[in-house]
């Protein structure tokens, strides 16, 4: 959708190319000299395209703390909330939320773009071209999309000859693209500090961070396209052939010209999911190739401090990641994993971590088994982690202790794989190569995530399909242990998860024997278990009251209508 605001955003600064009045003399295929009015008009210009660009930065930075704001609000609101709740077995106050609230996170905060689905798929011709945003990022997009075409375009000199129109058009376009690389560069790690400060998941930084790339690569085209105009038109193609080949400062920002070009085609959705890991490599070369001939396409420039900015924020982006990694991996024996074949073409991969971590519900890590994968990286949700086991040595599988729930630090964490395609392929087939179990060297980058706080809603509904238990398996844990020790408000726990067959219950059966023996648990937790292919209806038997097991797929909106009508506190 927002392609139709990059294309205007071209189309606009062409059509003005177009409708200018007067031409400029050839001179003899030589610059023009500028008399002292146009040195005074030409720096006047400059002036006003570094408040331009600092302007944008500025508002993007006021959006930054606005979110932040409004991130503390509802921080400190919660807060109260569990303080309030958590003797309070009724919670009457909080069930209802303030009804115009309501409305604003239904129909922008939470809503998405058209209908009701969230991540809808961009199709076009049966091609997948993305993931749609939702209302309020569209909204956020359109609104910086708007703000840099109007800075483009101001107090440009429509009426002036032409070739001071092309100046101020090439000069304006391009500090526009220097100085909105060093947001695009800002959001774009990892490690990226303000997803914690404003509580925004990786995804939704990546997606503006897709969305800021484009924007700068149609000021960088732009830029260069009127660039070329100019040269054409003041000294004819043969001179401008010569001074690609032979001016530096030509050179470089015709290598910079098409490297932007490059990286927008590389970036591509059906590129990404396809090969991401090659996408990903060539994506940092051509970064790194963009930033070398900028480097030396703005020397002696003033905006050259900004892509000065822009490189130390990448080194630094990276250098910390890499001191993280080696944190958590050198020493103490290093990482280790254990991977063991389970039912459903699914592996439990148990890693000793050499040095451990705080865990929250909902984090995940990238691993990396360099004899399976080599160098590549790969995201999975934490799915258990426990201090006293050591998978190594254990011949049975991981072992739980359900006397030791303590839910903060551990030195193994366990997850379950799927296999797909690429490295979880690789690493089934590896698995069936061997006694169904193997030992193997990991590195482990993270933990990421964990952003999300349940304490302190009354009833919590939890969902997950097949594998996907494992993002939830943690929140589990938490509430009924805090449930237990009298720290969080919740009263009301529903556990829904949908598998194929039941022979995928062994993916976390020994965790979720822990939890089951857990102490108040029949109190607060409430699990169905939906079964979409099971072979026989003798399958289908529902061990307890509170853990019921049903064949075919769940009516999401009547479990969720059931949950309101006994609903405790607020919901989430």
């Known amino acids: 959708m927002l392609a139709f605001g990059y294309n205007g955003l071209l189309l606009a600064s062409f059509i003005a190319l177009a409708t200018a009045d007067g031409t400029a003399a050839k001179n003899g295929g030589k610059w023009p000299v500028m008399t002292p009015e146009q040195l005074v008009a030409k720096a006047a210009a400059e002036s006003r395209n570094r408040e331009y660009g600092t302007n944008i ?4 930075g006021a959006v930054v703390v606005a979110f932040g704001f409004y991130y503390l609000v ?5 807060y109260i909330r569990t303080l309030t709740c958590i003797n309070n077995s009724t919670q009457r106050y909080f069930k209802l939320p303030p009804q115009k609230y309501a409305l604003i996170k239904k129909h922008l905060i939470y809503a998405p773009l058209f209908r009701s689905r969230h991540n809808r798929e961009f199709r076009m011709f049966s091609m997948n071209l993305g993931v ?9 997009m359109i609104g910086i999309l708007a703000m840099n075409v109007t800075y483009c375009l101001y107090k440009i000199p429509w009426q002036e000859p032409r070739a001071a129109l092309l100046e101020q058009l090439r000069n304006r376009s391009g500090v526009l693209a220097v100085m909105n690389m060093v947001p695009l560069v800002l959001i774009s790690g990892r490690n990226n500090p303000l997803i914690v400060a404003l509580n925004l998941s990786f995804d939704n930084f990546n997606r503006f961070h897709r969305f800021q790339g484009r924007l700068v690569a149609a000021e960088g085209v732009v830029h260069a396209s009127v660039q070329l105009t100019k040269m054409v038109e003041a000294m004819g193609w043969e001179a401008v052939f010569k001074a690609i080949r032979e001016t530096r400062l030509i050179t470089t920002g015709f290598m910079a010209a098409l490297t932007v070009v490059a990286i927008v085609l590389q970036t591509n ?11 990903l490599h060539v994506h940092i070369a051509l970064i790194i190739l963009l930033i070398a001939a900028l480097r030396i396409h703005l020397h002696g420039m003033v905006h050259q401090k900004y892509l000065t900015v822009v490189i130390a924020s990448w080194a630094a982006t990276r250098f910390v990641r890499l001191c993280c990694v080696l944190y958590r991996n050198i020493g103490r024996g290093g990482t280790k994993a254990v991977c063991e074949r389970l039912p459903g073409d699914a592996i439990r991969v148990s890693i000793r971590v050499a040095r451990p971590w705080r865990h929250q519900p909902g984090q995940y890590v990238f691993i990396t088994i360099p004899s399976v994968g080599l160098w590549t990286s790969h995201p999975f949700s934490v799915a258990w982690h426990d201090e006293n086991t ?6 049975k599988g991981v072992k739980v202790d359900p006397n030791d729930m303590s839910p903060f630090f551990g030195s193994t964490v366990s997850f379950v794989i799927r296999r797909r395609s690429g490295f979880t392929s690789a690493l089934h ?5 061997t ?11 993270g933990p990421y995530g964990g952003l999300q706080n349940l304490s302190s809603y009354g009833t919590v509904l939890l969902f997950a399909g097949g594998v996907g238990i494992t993002h939830q398996l943690p929140f589990v844990r938490e509430l009924v242990t805090g449930f237990a020790d009298g720290t969080v408000a919740v009263r009301r726990v529903l556990l829904v998860w949908v ?3 039941p022979e995928h219950l062994e993916w976390i059966q020994p965790w979720m024997t822990t939890i089951l023996a857990l102490d108040k648990r029949r109190d607060v937790l409430r699990i169905q278990l939906f079964v979409t292919r099971p072979r026989s209806t003798k399958e289908i038997r529902s061990p307890s009251a509170t853990v019921q097991m049903f064949p075919g797929k769940p009516n999401v909106d009547t479990i969720v209508q059931m949950e309101c009508e006994n609903q405790i506190g607020a919901m989430g």
């Open 132 to 140: 749609l945003p939702t209302r309020v990022q569209t909204l956020l």
């Open 269 to 279: 959705s059906l590129v990404r999911r396809s090969c991401y890991e090659f996408f």
């Open 390 to 395: 050591s998978p190594i040595d254990s011949e």
């Open 429 to 433: 087939d590896k698995v069936l190569q």
């Open 499 to 501: 598998i194929q067959s």
């Open 74 to 78: 509802v921080a400190s609101v919660r």
């Open 57 to 60: 930065l500025i508002t993007l």
């Open 435 to 445: 006694e169904e179990k193997f030992s193997v060297n990991a590195f482990i980058e």
